[in-house]
């Protein structure tokens, strides 16, 4: 079992920056890839950034070269640094963390912080 509690949201101008944290708590969080998704009202979830137990990342065309997304296992923690933020990145950030054990996925949610960009 894991639980997630995201926390870092906010609201910024246009051009700032903000740290997203998502922190877990439970065992073998180092076996879990997490995704971080954001959800706007009246669109469809999408998928920001992720990063897997052995540290590649991944990220959406939307946000690359401005969002970096970082994990300390020792901390049993993940980041996402957003810089150069832009309006249209105003959502609800989620973290979600998946494992693979005997070919079922054991998948959880935290539940979610409020990024708001003004222009």
């Known amino acids: 079992q894991v639980q997630l509690v995201e926390s870092g949201g906010g609201l910024v101008q246009a051009g700032g920056s903000l740290r997203l944290s998502c922190a877990a708590s439970?065992?073998?969080?180092?076996?879990?890839?997490i995704n971080w998704y954001r959800q706007a009202p009246g669109k469809q979830r999408e998928l920001v950034a992720d990063?897997?137990?052995?540290?590649?990342?991944n990220y959406a065309d939307s946000v690359k070269g401005r969002f970096t997304i970082s994990r300390d296992n020792d901390k049993n923690t993940v980041f996402l640094q957003m810089d150069s933020l832009k309006p249209e990145d105003t959502a609800v950030y989620l973290c979600?963390?998946?494992?693979?054990?005997?070919?079922?996925?054991?998948?959880?949610w935290g539940q979610g912080t409020q990024v708001t960009v003004s222009s």
């Open positions: 979600n963390a998946v494992r693979w054990i005997f070919g079922s996925p054991r998948t959880y």
């Open positions: 439970g065992s073998r969080f180092s076996r879990y890839a």
């Open positions: 990063i897997s137990s052995g540290g590649t990342t």
